[in-house]
């Protein structure tokens, strides 16, 4: 992977006023591939106590976002079709990795999982990028 990518996204990433609302920090990038880390805390929670989807969707765009653009180049998401397990239990650092399985010159696919600190899967993904071609704009 190219470092000067890496470490752009790893400081967009610092930077981002969403992945600070949520917690979300990135630690391991490269082609193709991401893993993001979040703890589940009780804001998180929804009406049944359990995690919000919205806060694991949260984690497992993240990862899709880094690994999608860390080719160097503007990648938008195109589809994400997500299946939720498991809820972790309050206070769970969580994982998401993605992984890209097929790229092409205008769209990638990526495999995304969610588990927690004891390998449980929590939640799965499946998403579509496009590839826009551009060079990545805070380069």
Do not use: W
Request: aromatic share 10%.
């Amino acid at each position: 992977m190219d470092p000067k990518v890496k470490e752009a996204i790893f400081r967009q990433v610092e930077r981002e006023p969403f992945a600070q609302k949520f917690g979300l920090k990135l630690m391991d990038l490269d082609d193709g591939y991401s893993r993001v880390e979040m703890t589940f805390t009780p804001d998180m929670e929804n009406i049944f106590g359990m995690a919000h989807g919205g806060a694991l969707f949260a984690l497992i765009d993240e990862a899709f976002e880094t690994a999608s653009n860390s080719h160097g180049t503007m990648a938008v998401a195109l589809n994400l079709n997500t299946t939720y397990v498991s809820s972790p239990a309050p206070g769970t650092r969580l994982t998401a990795e993605a992984r890209e399985f097929s790229r092409t010159s205008k769209t990638a696919n990526y495999d995304i999982r969610v588990t927690d600190e004891k390998g449980t899967l929590i939640a799965s993904c499946r998403a579509l990028v496009y590839r826009k071609g551009t060079p990545l704009p805070f380069l």
